[in-house]
């Protein structure tokens, strides 16, 4: 940067360190940005910005919040923002985008207006026109986030509904190779142009032969697709090599020194000195989600294995109660693979024992990669946790004085809630589906579970403000924060609230291109 003045935020009132100044903090590393859609916002020979960009000086954060906020309301603007973090672009072309984005989200508003008109006199909207969200179910339903948008989507065009399109689970394509071809088509509606051109640029990628990460880590910040998810995320956490001909081997090799560990560890479980890990895996695993996959004992048996290998291989933490939950996420997408119906739907015992076996290795050694970064949340008194908990509550003072001090004044303790949305990682708070949609960006970002996870906490919180503050009562307050009603989230909750934490980050932290490669 080029002075320590630049590197100062205005609304820093004191000398005490915010979250974001412990180390350096690097911005969304791969926001969505999309070459078709954006082309035009790089302007030809520009370089990349050495200094972060310098933001109209405001006097406190709430007036930047006020002038700026309402920007990420559900509209069609979300990756045209987030393209402020991409390679290339200079601070001109940066405010020309977010000055376009404030512009259109104004525009939207009027024809927002003009819609509620419409209803009052009763004019029948069409139900194609309706915005919807495609679940992993294959299920068309309609997030909590859109009752307050739906008027103003319905305005929105063909193209610009093109452009927010998420990647979500959609009709088989040709395959991949190790790809299982989802044979469900009646019940899976045709891909939209924009999700057709993703599973194309993803296709692309996959099947060269040596794998651009970089390419692969910004593609996939904005969701990936169900029919590519599995060697994705096997790419992105490290398990697989970028290069095609050492796959095979790879996962061979990985695969057998797996069931090796299990030869020479599992029959030590019945071990006095082991006797208590196992118990408390036992207990934790019938307390997972979903609870179709818990009742399943074949499972059961598979979780077990992996909880109780990766506890006796990582002595200095051992099994930590939440870790059961880490194991989810991944398995769920690595049956995927191999079946065309939702997992909840399915017996997981039907699938051949070499799939089975294959699958476990997989989320093992994925599982690995993740808690290799987060290791220190498990370890004696959780330190990890601890820390990142009261980086959280200083965060919150600084973007929302007002929940901040409504939390105090009923002495709710950040802890007594953001514990567990530090050892879960949110998952015991959004359904499964969104926090598979959450894991393809935080394995896009340089540190998505270590660092960029404490400003989403941060953005989920004040998600709620509204209700917070209206709670006047600790007990109610703490039940609110511990159940907060997200059953009926789907990915586009998650987007509008990835774009929130990214507009956290970019203000807090240092410019979002200045990361590590």
């Given at each position: 940067?080029?002075?320590?003045?630049?590197?100062?935020?205005?609304?820093?009132?004191?000398?005490?360190?915010?979250?974001?100044?412990?180390?350096?903090?690097?911005?969304?590393?791969?926001?969505?940005?999309?070459?078709?859609?954006?082309?035009?916002?790089?302007?030809?020979?520009?370089?990349?910005?050495?200094?972060?960009?310098?933001l109209?000086?405001?006097?406190?954060f709430?007036?930047?919040?006020?002038?700026?906020?309402?920007?990420?309301?559900?509209?069609?603007?979300?990756?045209?923002?987030?393209?402020?973090?991409?390679?290339?672009?200079?601070?001109?072309?940066?405010?020309?985008t977010?000055?376009?984005?404030?512009?259109?989200?104004?525009?939207?508003?009027e024809?927002?207006?003009?819609?509620?008109?419409?209803?009052?006199?009763?004019?029948?909207?069409?139900?194609?026109?309706?915005p919807?969200?495609?679940?992993?179910?294959?299920?068309?339903?309609?997030?909590?986030?859109?009752?307050?948008?739906?008027?103003?989507?319905?305005?929105?065009?063909?193209?610009?509904?093109?452009?927010?399109?998420?990647?979500?689970?959609?009709?088989?394509?040709?395959?991949?190779?190790?790809?299982?071809?989802?044979?469900?088509?009646?019940?899976?509606?045709?891909?939209?142009?924009?999700?057709?051109?993703?599973?194309?640029k993803?296709?692309?990628?996959?099947?060269?032969p040596?794998?651009?990460l970089?390419?692969?880590?910004?593609?996939?910040?904005?969701?990936?697709?169900k029919?590519?998810?599995?060697?994705t995320?096997?790419?992105?956490?490290?398990?697989?090599?970028?290069?095609?001909?050492r796959?095979?081997g790879t996962?061979?090799?990985?695969?057998?020194?797996?069931?090796?560990?299990?030869?020479?560890?599992?029959?030590?479980?019945n071990?006095?000195?082991?006797?208590?890990?196992?118990?408390?895996?036992?207990?934790?695993?019938?307390?997972?989600?979903?609870?179709?996959?818990?009742?399943?004992?074949?499972v059961t048996?598979?979780f077990?294995?992996?909880?109780?290998?990766?506890?006796?291989?990582h002595?200095?933490?051992?099994?930590?109660?939440?870790?059961?939950?880490?194991?989810?996420?991944?398995?769920?997408?690595?049956?995927?693979?191999?079946?065309?119906?939702?997992?909840?739907?399915?017996?997981?015992?039907?699938l051949?024992?070499?799939?089975l076996?294959?699958i476990?290795?997989?989320?093992?050694?994925?599982?690995?990669?993740?808690?290799?970064?987060?290791?220190?949340?498990?370890?004696f008194?959780?330190?990890?946790?601890?820390?990142?908990?009261?980086?959280?509550?200083?965060?919150?003072?600084?973007?929302?004085e007002?929940?901040?001090r409504?939390?105090?004044?009923?002495?709710?303790k950040?802890?007594?809630?953001?514990?567990?949305?530090?050892?879960?990682?949110?998952?015991?708070e959004?359904?499964?589906?969104c926090t598979?949609?959450?894991?393809?960006?935080?394995?896009s970002?340089?540190?998505?579970?270590?660092?960029?996870?404490?400003?989403?906490c941060?953005?989920?919180?004040?998600?709620?403000?509204?209700?917070?503050?209206?709670?006047?009562?600790?007990?109610?307050?703490?039940?609110?924060?511990?159940?907060?009603?997200?059953?009926?989230w789907?990915?586009?909750?998650?987007?509008?609230?990835?774009?929130?934490?990214?507009?956290?980050?970019?203000?807090?932290?240092?410019?979002?291109?200045h990361?590590?490669?």
């Amino acid at each position: 940067m080029a002075n320590d003045g630049g590197r100062k935020q205005f609304w820093k009132r004191s000398g005490s360190k915010v979250p974001g100044s412990i180390q350096h903090v690097y911005g969304a590393q791969h926001p969505p940005f999309d070459p078709l859609l954006h082309g035009t916002l790089i302007k030809p020979g520009s370089k990349p910005p050495t200094t972060p960009v310098k933001l109209k000086k405001v006097s406190t954060f709430q007036e930047f919040e006020s002038n700026t906020s309402d920007a990420w309301d559900l509209g069609d603007d979300d990756d045209e923002l987030l393209t402020m973090a991409a390679e290339n672009l200079n601070t001109d072309v940066v405010m020309e985008t977010a000055n376009k984005v404030i512009q259109n989200h104004s525009r939207l508003q009027e024809q927002h207006k003009l819609q509620e008109e419409q209803l009052q006199e009763d004019k029948p909207v069409p139900f194609s026109e309706l915005p919807s969200v495609v679940y992993g179910d294959n299920r068309l339903v309609k997030s909590v986030s859109e009752s307050h948008a739906s008027s103003s989507a319905e305005s929105v065009s063909e193209n610009s509904s093109m452009q927010r399109s998420q990647s979500l689970p959609h009709a088989p394509t040709d395959p991949l190779e190790g790809e299982v071809a989802d044979h469900n088509m009646s019940a899976t509606p045709a891909l939209t142009e924009r999700e057709a051109f993703r599973l194309d640029k993803f296709k692309q990628l996959l099947a060269g032969p040596n794998t651009n990460l970089d390419e692969l880590r910004k593609l996939s910040w904005s969701g990936i697709p169900k029919q590519v998810r599995p060697i994705t995320w096997k790419l992105l956490s490290g398990y697989l090599p970028a290069n095609v001909d050492r796959r095979e081997g790879t996962l061979q090799r990985k695969r057998n020194e797996y069931f090796a560990f299990i030869e020479q560890y599992y029959d030590s479980r019945n071990d006095e000195s082991h006797q208590d890990t196992y118990r408390q895996i036992h207990i934790d695993i019938p307390r997972m989600n979903p609870e179709s996959l818990r009742l399943q004992p074949k499972v059961t048996e598979i979780f077990e294995r992996i909880l109780f290998i990766w506890a006796i291989r990582h002595p200095a933490s051992g099994y930590v109660q939440g870790i059961n939950d880490l194991v989810t996420p991944f398995f769920v997408v690595f049956v995927c693979e191999y079946i065309a119906e939702e997992v909840e739907n399915f017996d997981v015992s039907s699938l051949p024992e070499e799939v089975l076996q294959n699958i476990e290795a997989d989320s093992y050694w994925c599982m690995s990669k993740l808690l290799d970064g987060i290791q220190d949340n498990y370890t004696f008194a959780q330190p990890g946790i601890q820390k990142k908990v009261k980086m959280l509550e200083e965060l919150v003072s600084r973007i929302d004085e007002q929940v901040h001090r409504h939390l105090d004044q009923h002495e709710v303790k950040y802890l007594q809630f953001a514990f567990r949305w530090m050892n879960n990682l949110l998952m015991r708070e959004v359904p499964l589906r969104c926090t598979i949609r959450l894991w393809d960006t935080y394995q896009s970002e340089p540190e998505g579970f270590s660092h960029f996870h404490l400003y989403v906490c941060a953005a989920f919180l004040v998600r709620w403000r509204k209700e917070i503050l209206e709670e006047k009562d600790f007990q109610e307050l703490l039940i609110f924060l511990q159940n907060l009603p997200t059953m009926h989230w789907g990915n586009e909750d998650i987007s509008v609230l990835l774009a929130e934490a990214y507009r956290l980050k970019f203000a807090f932290a240092d410019a979002p291109n200045h990361y590590k490669k």
